[in-house]
């Protein structure tokens, strides 16, 4: 057995054997009242043991991180690829966890098959409308949730963005969209995901206008995901303004992609301090406070991590920022962070 192999298992043991002497009252997703998830990937859970174990054993709601989106799971025009999609769906239901769809629309998740399409504007509707339906259908009775559409505003909230879908379809697309995905799935809970709220309050206004005036049309909108992927230095005041401004839409509210970067200003040697964790701790707390006494219990559809632990955060693998943004360490070990929280929630 080589150094690495022995290494790896004997930190495998080592975090079995701190999992054996906890109870499930110690668990954080059975103290909360509502879904605790996390976004997973087909291959981590396919070839790391750890990662699997620690998405079974302290999760209940699943997202795929990538394997749901238009560039995977469609990248040819008359192509699908359902394989890793539905490796991660296998798992989530194996497990009896809940499955939310991320994400039909996206801009940044389009396959390029689709950028480049060359027919007219009603031919790309109608693409779009095939691609929704389709992956809908495969999924309906096994997927309670989409983001039908995702990252529908401009960075800082003041139109809609300019991208592939606005400029086909115009401006209106989105409600076009959901009405396509209610038509696929009618059971299915239909989310708009955005992100940027707890800085911009004019995103947040954008987006509370949007889902009231959905309402108001009766398109069939049943959440708002609201990304937070948050940083130490993000205002405690709007983070909580967030959820209490969408809550008054009578809407589920979905902290869809939850982290807390320590490193927000993205310094390259940035070194996870005591006070960097312990402002993290903070805000950690502050989210799930407020998002239990904000958001209405009916309303309260989850937190859901984007990531399972530090190891496999998408900011060192995409941006590849020195970053510790969640409550898993390195060796997928609850940090301190998780018993605050766990604390916190158990004292309400
Ligand atoms: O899999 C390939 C690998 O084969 C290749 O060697 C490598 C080289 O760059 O790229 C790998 O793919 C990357 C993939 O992540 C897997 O790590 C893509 O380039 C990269 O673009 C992709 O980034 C994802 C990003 O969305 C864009 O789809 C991140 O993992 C994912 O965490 C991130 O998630 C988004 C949410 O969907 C929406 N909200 C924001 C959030 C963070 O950006």
């Known amino acids: ?36 998830g996390a976004s997973v990937n087909a291959d981590m859970l ?62 940044d998740g389009t396959a390029e098959w689709l950028k480049n399409f060359k027919g007219t504007d009603m031919e790309f509707s109608n693409e779009v409308k095939k691609h929704i339906q389709t992956v809908m259908k495969h999924y309906k009775g096994k997927v309670t949730s989409w983001d039908v559409v995702n990252e529908y ?65 009766k398109i069939p909108i049943h959440g708002l995901g609201v990304q937070f992927h948050v940083k130490t230095f993000d205002k405690e005041e709007q983070i909580v303004r967030t959820l209490t401004e969408l809550s008054k839409t009578g809407l589920k509210i979905h902290i869809s992609e939850l982290d807390v970067m320590v490193n927000g200003h993205n310094q390259p040697n940035a070194v996870y301090t005591d006070s960097l964790k312990q402002l993290q701790t903070e805000k950690f707390m502050l989210i799930f406070n407020a998002y239990r006494k904000q958001v209405p219990a009916k309303q309260q559809y ?13 900011l060192r693998k995409v941006y590849k920022i020195n970053e510790w943004p969640l409550l898993f360490d390195d060796n997928y070990i609850r940090k301190p962070a998780y018993y605050k929280v766990l604390e916190k929630v158990k004292s309400y």
């Not at 790896?8 to 997703?29: G, M, P």
């Not at 999760?59 to 989106?69: L, Q, R, V, W």
């Not at 505003?153 to 003041?158: A, E, K």
């Not at 989850?302 to 998408?314: E, H, L, V």
């Open 302 to 314: 989850g937190i859901t991590f984007w990531n399972i632990a530090d190891n496999d955060t998408w």
């Open 1 to 36: 057995m080589n150094k690495l192999i022995r290494i790896s298992l004997l930190v495998f043991i080592f975090t079995l054997l701190t999992y054996a002497q906890k109870s499930e009252t110690d668990l954080l997703r059975n103290q909360v009242k509502f879904p605790l």
């Open 153 to 217: 505003l401009s960075q800082n909230g003041d139109s809609v963005r300019d991208c592939i879908f606005s400029r086909r379809m115009g401006k209106e697309y989105m409600a076009q969209c959901f009405l396509w995905a209610h038509e696929a799935d009618p059971k299915a809970i239909l989310i708009y995901n955005e992100y940027g709220m707890e800085w911009s309050e004019k995103k947040l206004q954008a987006m509370k206008s949007i889902a009231f005036d959905f309402l108001k049309r």
């Open 46 to 107: 396919l070839i790391n043991k750890l990662y699997h174990y620690v998405a079974n054993k302290e999760f209940n709601s699943i997202t795929a991180e990538n394997h749901m989106k238009m560039y995977r799971i469609h990248p040819e025009q008359n192509r699908y690829d359902f394989s890793k999609a539905d490796s991660i769906v296998d798992f989530a239901l194996k497990n009896g966890k809940r499955i939310h769809g991320h994400t039909l629309v996206w801009f």
